[in-house]
């Protein structure tokens, strides 16, 4: 049993002498016994490990919260250090007995005072490095360390900056930001998962190799009072053959993705975090429990078991942010990064990975910036009114301070997760037109990508995200980026011209007007599915999700679109089109020399079709418009597809393929006189596609 003793700090986030007395009756249990007890703004108890014993009568007390104090935290099994001690709001004198009998003491003449830490003026060491002899190409090597002295705002490189140089077998300099992490220890409650922190906080510096051979390793760090330590490591040795995982931005046809040289098309939701009240209000969903990794871990299983390869995943405030005001649970304003997050974002990549899943990661969502739309600046930690310095939203784009703490976790992030190939790319906002600062978007751009680029030293791509539909973007700035992110969402209105979302998804790229094609880049669609309250029916938004993947592909799309409603797809079972379209497009891929080709279609009812022609392939997609528009279904019989001028004559393939299950239904071999080239495709319902082989 214990009895505690509040007491007022001196002076918050600094060492603490206490002193008191305190009068212990005679007969008091053998075990009576006193701490001092340090809490955090996150309500951790920190305690000692050993207890200073009370005898009957007169005890004077002289304890000390500093940087020497071994303290336990409590719950879990963290341990004190230097962030902690920075984090100081509280303290306590904590009296404990295992005896049930009442017992009276007496605390008086108690001060708090501040103390003169002489600790931190040591000279600088690095202190317990670790880490593997060697490595494998692909695969992560760490080193971790304590700096000494630690430093009071671990996140902050101008209190502490730790980077690893690597020049590689081949000569290439690489700089690796080394960073604070705790490790974590998790529990799954039912209703949530519960995190703990393990042992003490420490720095680490991720690499993983992409070439065999011997890599020269040098360690910099770097204290704000000027000390400074710079070592040479003993090389790594690393096995294996060449490896390149990442996701890049081909090279050759910058309007697609590779990785390792081959072509890599993402097809998978919007996972943006685990539940969705939007999809609860307009699509009757269930929310999902919050079981933060555990939720994720089984999204990312049955996503990838469907034959998805790609998601998106959002660090908003409610999800997986590393930063936002000080008073939510978990989090320490601007500068300070939440590590229970961080530690569900390692987790949730290392998944992600293992299940042939790659995470298209936003960094902040629109509302962060937005007092209107989806407005969250009330509560941002830049804010000033939430603890921050910034008197408006859009000044998140323009204020020196405000790029400064972004600059710091643009470093951070970097540190722990771009050696990852679980990250397909960096995505800095989602629809940035809706946030205050639309006004600054290039010149913001200007500055955040090429700053992305240069500190990435695995060169992810970079994106940002433009709201409702391709006709959005300014392309001045998406000229900066390295891909581009749109919506397809549409009206259900008669009047609008895009209600039948495959004439958007294809006007996307290649309208004659606005159509992103024109920009030379990877173009994702990563929000669809209606309108963003849905669609009306649930047979129309099922033609959406059935048609969406098939006409990205032949209309030059980076990946297929990502559908909002994940809740809706996931406890309905609807994961069929992600294998569907994945076996269609195995061994398949769109650079080089693909084209749109025009179709003609005729049938009894409204058809449309599209088709993507390489040089020797050619890719189309058929709709019966009748269903995308009400979901009518009908039987096709008597269909015509024309397309001009595709192929000179000769032998051809044509593949029918049912985009339902993502399968052969037919094969016919054409002799093809040249010209015009004349289908006539099997009887089909709602749509159909096929691909043509030139055969040698």
Known sequence: LATVLPLRLAAEGAAQRITATVLVPDGAPADLAVAVAAVDHHDRWYEPLRRHALRPGINRLDLAIDRRAALAAAPGNGAWNENALAQFERSALVFTSASPAPLQLMV??????????????????????????????????????????????????????????????????????????????????????????????????????????????????????????????????VAGTAWDGYVRVDQQDPRFFTVDGRFYWPSGPNLRSVWDLRSRGRMRTRLTADRGTLAYLAYLRRFAAAGAN???????????????????????????????????????????????????????????????????????????????????????????????????????????????????????????????????????????????????????????HWSSDYRVPDHATARLLDYVCIDAYHGDGGDDPYRLVHRLLRDSTLAADRGLAVLGRPILVTEYGGSPGGTRTDALMQVEHACGAWVAFVSGHAGAPMLWWFEWIDQGGRFAPYGAIGRFIAGEELRGDGRPVIVRAMAAGRLWSAAWRTRNRLFGYAIDERWAADGTTARQVNAQIALDDVFVAGQLLCEWWDPELGVVVSRQTIAHPGGTLQLTPPGFTRHLAWKILVQP
């Open 310 to 464: 790609a998601c998106e995943i959002w660090m908003s405030a409610w999800n997986l942010a590393l930063e936002w005001r000080r008073d939510w649970p978990g989090y320490d304003g601007v500068g300070r990064y939440n590590q229970e997050n961080a530690w569900r974002l390692d987790r949730i990549l290392d998944v992600a990975w293992a299940e042939g899943m790659r995470v298209n990661l936003v960094i902040n969502n629109h509302g962060q910036a937005s007092d209107s739309c989806d407005a969250e600046w009330a509560n941002n930690p830049y804010n000033r009114l939430a603890g921050g310095r910034l008197d408006a939203a859009a000044e998140m784009f323009n204020d020196p301070w405000a790029k400064l703490g972004q600059d710091k976790l643009r470093r951070y992030l970097i540190g722990r997760y771009a050696d990852h190939p679980g990250v397909l790319g960096w995505k800095l906002w989602t629809e940035i037109n809706l946030t205050n600062g639309r006004h600054f978007l290039k010149p913001w751009h200007a500055q955040a990508v090429p700053r992305w680029r240069a500190e990435d030293p695995y060169g992810h791509p970079v994106a940002t």
């Open 108 to 237: 008086g003449e108690v001060q708090v005072r501040p103390q003169a830490d002489a600790e931190a003026c040591r000279t600088p060491r690095l202190l317990a490095l670790a880490s593997a002899a060697g490595g494998r190409t692909g695969e992560r090597w760490s080193l971790t360390l304590r700096p000494d002295p630690f430093p009071a705002n671990p996140f902050d490189p101008e209190d502490f900056r730790l980077d690893l140089l690597v020049t590689t077998p081949e000569g290439t300099q690489l700089q690796l930001p080394g960073f604070y992490v705790e490790d974590m220890v998790a529990g799954d409650r039912g209703d949530r998962e519960e995190l703990h922190v393990l042992g003490s906080g420490r720095f680490e510096v991720r690499y993983r190799p992409r070439t065999p051979g011997q890599h020269r390793l040098t360690l910099q760090a770097s204290w704000r009072d000027g000390g400074r330590v710079a070592c040479a490591l003993p090389p790594l040795s």
